[in-house]
């Protein structure tokens, strides 16, 4: 197995890719009752469009086959719920669907042979019949209507919908009502079959184990499964403009919310480094103590320091601030003259307090080993091995950093979503 | 880890926790006093201004400096409703030391920053500094308005609101509009040191602390202050019979309606507490509760079905956002939940499921550092001293008969439900 260390905060991955292809990564933590276990396949929302490596046959699926998948994974011939049969043991299981891949975990202190035995059965052995593929429909659609009236889910999907013309991360995961019923039992099978192979899974196992044990116990669990080429995904040619400047809309809230968005250029290589300058900034920006907060804050214009967020993967990456404020336009504007002063005078000694607190952030998410195989399962689809951030750290210069800030955040790849109170 | 329980005076204590479980070290202090109508807004708006400066640090932008220095230390404060009283929140989490790039001591740091922002606020002429109280009074506004903002929290304050009319349990833990325009910088000031003189304060520090001397620390920091009795309400109040359950129905712009059903237990015994637990876990802990399994598996009716006790108050509430249609089919089938409860019409499967479920939660309770510190300060409250381990011995014992005892001291207080058409009471 691969070792991969960080001393500084000392902690230890272990890897090993085994020969049906699927990816072990095991993190001891001698210190934990606790026991946790994520399976994800390199399966989300935009995979709609893919070659069949079996068949070589082209095939387009509805939206939201992903997560609809994810939802019926748990129901076993045999008429047991893994779901409930998990949680009857007090283990605690669950399972999400994102726009680039879908996990299956559980948590435990107890029982972990028997949850594992139950995690690797139902992950590897789907049953999808007509009768149970339809009732998930009014379950889904129940689900699709919350997202419906929760207003920081539009504001999120309209501020992807401003900055992407075709790239299918503006679907919505669940897809909607409408697409939901073309889903049937032959798509689920078919989409199965094709991203629930080994080679395109991963899994993150985390607590206090020893690593060659624990990876025994993974491989007495695998059913064979034949070889399979690799999976051609097929995604709509996209511009680097963004698609729209601005979208609104009007819900019942109390104070408008807003997203500024800053749609980035996909880069193969240093995202990592990217992504940590990309943090630094946005702190430096908008951050607790950035001069624009205070001002802003002072005016009433802010509540709460707004949340900000770089997310990418080999399909897009964007740049994503998002609050509440009276006035949202007023915030925009602020925000880009801050950008073209810090762009005219780079201001370093915030730049070092703010990597400073950029480590403090990335240490932290090691306290929960929940977040730490989230964590490490969610970067690997990117390409991406967690204790980089902690590694490269030191490696943002002054220099990197205004660079970045140049590519970033440039006004031209801006936009603004709001969500405005009715009447 | 080790859990130690220091008096320093009377109504004054420091609780520490040690544990090597963790990356940071979390410390908090807590002030409690029994919950009013007349406080409850000063309260909400007290905690907000304390965070803004500090006799050292004048300014919000000076003290997230300070945290962003001490790599990123995360600084919250809030308003907690618990039973009859509220607690104003104040917690702060740093790395600690062993994981510096560099070699720091931020425990000191982390414990003297703490206590100036609750104990040494920026003061001018005898009161807070007026914009600061401005501007808070102006944000305080905008979070009581926006209580409507998320519907299924909205839905569970309004029924707790309309079952609890006219009592502290009522009250909104932000409080209320129209208290604002009579709170000034002078009188919130005036208020703030009647209350750090007679509220209890709890002090809690959790981490890997080796041989660091917080007792001295903590000791030195309170030492001019005086013992208290903080006087905090005790929960004895006795439930009414209830006829016909009351119905309350709301319309707001939804797609989704959201049902809450509150129920009283009619007990006043501390050892059914952990039958009550164990109660509602079975009616609607988790997936394989009734709740789950009937209302969204079986029925299909809705994408959330679950219950939560709320022990200091002995209710149970539940909670289900349902088809706006389906509002009779939904309560139909809950109400035959409760009924089945009753009559034991549940397997000793479901009792162990339900067992296992809590044994889980209790034990990760020491996993997170709040929720330990949480479950301790819940403890202090209810003047228990129940280790984690004697919490779950006593979810063990309990047996079906004991399940079947409490379900028939339950009884549907309200019918809340918030929908799209006219609402009417």
Not at chain 2, 248 to 263: A, F, T, W, Y
Not at chain 2, 303 to 330: H, L, P, V
Not at chain 2, 348 to 360: I, Q, T, W, Y
Request: charged share 30%; net charge negative; proline share 3%.
């Amino acid at each position: 197995m691969k070792v991969v260390e960080s001393l500084k905060i000392k902690e230890k991955v272990y890897i090993e890719k085994l020969n049906n292809g699927l990816t072990v990564m095991i993190i001891p933590k001698e210190t934990t009752n606790k026991k946790f276990v994520i399976w994800g396949t390199h399966f989300g929302s935009i995979d709609n469009h893919f070659i069949v490596p079996s068949t070589n046959k082209e095939i387009t699926l509805p939206d939201g086959v992903a997560h609809f998948l994810e939802h019926k994974m748990f129901e076993q011939e045999n008429g047991v719920n893994s779901l409930d049969k998990l949680m009857a043991l007090g283990v605690d299981p669950n399972a999400y669907t994102t726009n680039n891949h879908t996990a299956y975990y559980f948590e435990c202190t107890t029982h972990f042979e028997e949850a594992l035995d139950e995690l690797m059965d139902y992950v590897q052995h789907p049953y999808f019949t007509d009768e149970n593929v339809e009732k998930e429909k009014g379950i889904i659609g129940q689900e699709i209507k919350m997202y419906e009236d929760d207003p920081s889910w539009q504001l999120y999907i309209n501020a992807l919908d401003c900055m992407y013309q075709n790239n299918p991360i503006k679907i919505d995961i669940a897809g909607t009502v409408e697409s939901i019923s073309k889903i049937n039992k032959e798509v689920l099978y078919k989409s199965y079959e094709t991203f629930y192979h080994p080679s395109n899974m991963a899994m993150v196992i985390c607590g206090n184990f020893k690593p060659e044990e624990i990876l025994e116990e993974i491989k007495k669990r695998l059913v064979q499964r034949k070889e399979q080429g690799e999976i051609k995904r097929i995604y709509p040619q996209e511009e680097p403009k963004i698609h729209q400047k601005n979208k609104e809309t009007s819900m019942e809230v109390s104070v408008p919310l807003f997203a500024i968005g800053f749609k980035d250029r996909i880069e193969q290589k240093d995202m990592v480094k990217r992504h940590i300058a990309v943090e630094i900034l946005l702190n430096m920006l908008i951050g607790k103590s950035s001069k624009l907060y205070q001002e802003l804050y002072n005016a009433g214009l802010l509540m709460a320091e707004p949340d900000i967020s770089y997310d990418f993967s080999e399909q897009y990456a964007y740049v994503l601030i998002t609050g509440q404020s009276k006035n949202p336009k007023q915030i925009e504007e602020k925000l880009k003259e801050e950008i073209k002063k810090q762009k005219e005078n780079f201001d370093v000694e915030q730049f070092e307090r703010l990597k400073r607190k950029v480590y403090g952030d990335y240490v932290v998410e090691y306290n929960n080993i929940s977040d730490i195989s989230r964590m490490f399962l969610s970067d690997f689809f990117k390409g991406i091995n967690s204790l980089e951030y902690i590694e490269q750290y030191t490696s943002v210069s002054t220099e990197y950093a205004k660079q970045i800030l140049t590519e970033v955040f440039d006004e031209n790849n801006e936009i603004l979503s709001t969500v405005l109170p009715k009447g | 880890m080790s859990y130690q329980k220091i008096t320093l005076k009377e109504g004054i204590y420091f609780h520490k926790i040690q544990t090597n479980k963790f990356k940071t070290n979390l410390f908090a202090i807590f002030l409690t006093i029994p919950l009013t109508r007349e406080n409850v807004t000063k309260n909400a708006l007290l905690a907000a201004v304390l965070r803004r400066g500090t006799n050292k640090m004048l300014t919000q932008e000076d003290i997230s400096k300070q945290l962003e220095e001490m790599y990123g230390a995360a600084f919250d404060c809030g308003i907690d409703k618990i039973g009859d009283n509220q607690s104003l929140k104040f917690y702060l989490e740093v790395v600690n030391n062993q994981f510096l790039p560099e070699k720091e001591d931020l425990v000191q740091k982390s414990l003297t920053l703490l206590t100036d922002i609750v104990f040494h606020p920026l003061v001018e002429k005898e009161q807070f500094k007026e914009e600061y109280v401005q501007g808070e009074k102006e944000n305080l506004k905008q979070i009581i308005e926006g209580k409507v903002d998320n519907k299924a929290t909205y839905a569970l304050e309004s029924c707790i609101e309309s079952m609890y009319k006219e009592k502290p349990y009522g009250l909104y833990k932000y409080g209320y509009i129209e208290d604002l325009k009579d709170i000034t910088a002078q009188n919130l000031y005036a208020y703030y040191q009647e209350l750090i003189q007679n509220c209890q304060i709890d002090i809690f520090a959790s981490g890997d602390f080796g041989e660091e001397k917080l007792e001295q620390i903590v000791e030195k920091a309170f030492a001019t202050y005086t013992e208290r009795k903080p006087n905090l309400a005790l929960e004895e109040e006795t439930k009414e019979e209830i006829k016909e359950p009351r119905k309350k129905m709301e319309s707001k712009q939804i797609s989704q309606g959201k049902l809450v059903i509150g129920l009283d237990v009619k007990t006043d015994k501390e050892e059914e507490n952990y039958k009550t637990v164990v109660y509602n876990t079975i009616l609607g802990g988790g997936s394989n509760s009734k709740l789950f399994q009937n209302v969204r598996e079986k029925a299909s009716l809705a994408y959330t079905a679950s219950s939560s006790y709320a022990r200091r108050k002995q209710n149970i509430f539940i909670r289900a956002g349902i088809e706006i249609e389906n509002y009779d089919k939904a309560v139909e089938i809950i109400e035959k939940q409760l009924q089945d409860m009753k009559e034991g019409n549940f397997s000793e499967e479901d009792l162990s499921n339900a067992k296992n479920l809590l044994l889980s939660t209790i034990e990760n309770i020491p996993e997170e550092q709040d929720t330990e510190i949480t479950y301790y300060f819940g403890q202090e409250l209810a003047g228990t001293e129940d280790t984690i381990e004697m919490y779950q011995e006593k979810i063990k014992n309990v047996t079906k008969e004991d399940v079947i005892d409490v379900a028939n001291k339950i009884q549907i207080n309200t019918i809340y439900f918030l929908t799209n058409q006219g609402g009417k009471e």
